[in-house]
């Protein structure tokens, strides 16, 4: 079973050389930690900036800069700053490549819900509304289930959704799971975790095929 570094650490796989890439609020915010250093990686925020680095080092942080979740980042070598309306014309304009997000829903078809719990106030959705519609690949990034031990991975999402059928894969605390029109396609098992565990806390779909391999972390 893995902590929130060790999805973070698994999903820094799914970054490329010459991506550029938006991170979301949570776990997804590990992610930049992790990334090989013989990869050129471009990480950005809706807030307005492009070239994230990993967090700063306790005592080194920098109030000034800070990501869409508020909190503070560093800025590699090359960093630019804008504002938001530049931001999300690059989101837009599909000009990211990969956006890795938080979710407290997904369904077996791609359907995510990430933004509000109903009766319970927030802000806003934030960008994510724009990012499930702008990127190419979206993957997810959450525990397998909530704090009561039920599934996070359903047949049909109970709350009001971000985005239709737009997640193409999730890395949870205990599996990499592919969204296919079969289903949850099972790629991966956390370390020390079954198959028929995973199927336990799993109400949507799961299919997998032969033998699972245990994920390297």
């Not at 991170?23 to 915010?29: A, V």
């Not at 949850?184 to 299919?207: C, D, H, M, N, Y």
């Amino acid at each position: 079973m893995l902590d929130k570094n060790g999805i973070a650490k698994r999903i820094a796989k799914e970054v490329k050389d010459g991506y550029y890439v938006n991170l979301g609020i949570g776990i997804p915010t590990l992610v930049a930690n992790f990334v090989r250093d013989d990869i050129d990686v471009e990480f950005q925020s809706e807030n307005g900036i492009l070239g994230m680095g990993p967090f700063p080092f306790e005592g080194e942080e920098d109030a000034d800069l800070i990501n869409a979740g508020k909190q503070t980042i560093t800025a590699l070598p090359g960093a630019s700053f804008f504002d938001s309306a530049t931001s999300f014309a690059m989101i837009r304009g599909r000009h990211v490549d990969l956006t890795i997000l938080g979710a407290m829903e997904v369904s077996e078809n791609g359907d995510i819900a990430n933004w509000k719990i109903p009766g319970k106030m927030v802000k806003g959705m934030g960008g994510a509304m724009d990012l499930v519609a702008s990127a190419s690949t979206i993957i997810v990034a959450m525990m397998h289930t909530n704090r009561a031990g039920e599934s996070k991975l359903l047949k049909r999402c109970a709350l009001p959704l971000t985005g239709v059928g737009c997640v193409t894969k999730i890395v949870t605390n205990l599996a990499v799971i592919e969204v296919t029109e079969r289903g949850f396609l099972l790629k991966e098992r956390a370390p020390g975790v079954s198959v028929e565990e995973i199927q336990k806390v799993t109400e949507g779909k799961l299919v997998f095929e032969g033998k699972v391999p245990e994920m390297e972390v």
